[in-house]
Nanobody, 126 residues
Framework: QVQLVESGGGLVQAGGSLRLSCAAS????????LGWFRQAPGQEREFVAAISWSGSSTGYTDSVKGRFTISRDNAKNTVYLQMNSLKPEDTAVYYC???????????????????WGQGTQVTVSS
């Protein structure tokens, strides 16, 4: 069983930055692919960013490319999402997700992940 706890959300003005963190309670963190998803009110959960277990491969949805950066620290069992140049349309609850994998690749579909955090609210004001 993997427990994921997100932190770092909050209220920020457009153009500002936030860094989300997701701490995992698992001994197998270094062999888990990780992802960030978000869900705005009335909308479906959508992929934001993902990273392979080694950190060598990352992927982003088009709307955040060049603004968001996903990274991980396997020594701290933590994955991060650095969000810069935030826009009001980035407002959502952000979730981290985890799955064990043999392959050093990342996953972009929600159904690929086994474990989810409770989410952290990000609100960007205009």
């Amino acid at each position: 069983q993997v427990q994921l706890v997100e932190s770092g959300g909050g209220l920020v003005q457009a153009g500002g930055s936030l860094r989300l963190s997701c701490a995992a309670s698992t001994r197998t963190f270094s062999s888990n692919a990780l992802g960030w998803f978000r869900q705005a009110p009335g909308q479906e959960r959508e992929f934001v960013a993902a990273i392979s277990w080694s950190g060598s491969s990352t992927g982003y949805t088009d709307s955040v490319k060049g603004r968001f950066t996903i990274s991980r620290d396997n020594a701290k069992n933590t994955v991060y999402l650095q969000m810069n140049s935030l826009k009001p349309e980035d407002t959502a609850v952000y979730y981290c997700a985890s799955r064990g994998t043999f392959f050093d690749t990342y996953y972009t579909q929600a159904y690929d992940y086994n474990y989810w955090g409770q989410g952290t609210q990000v609100t960007v004001s205009s």
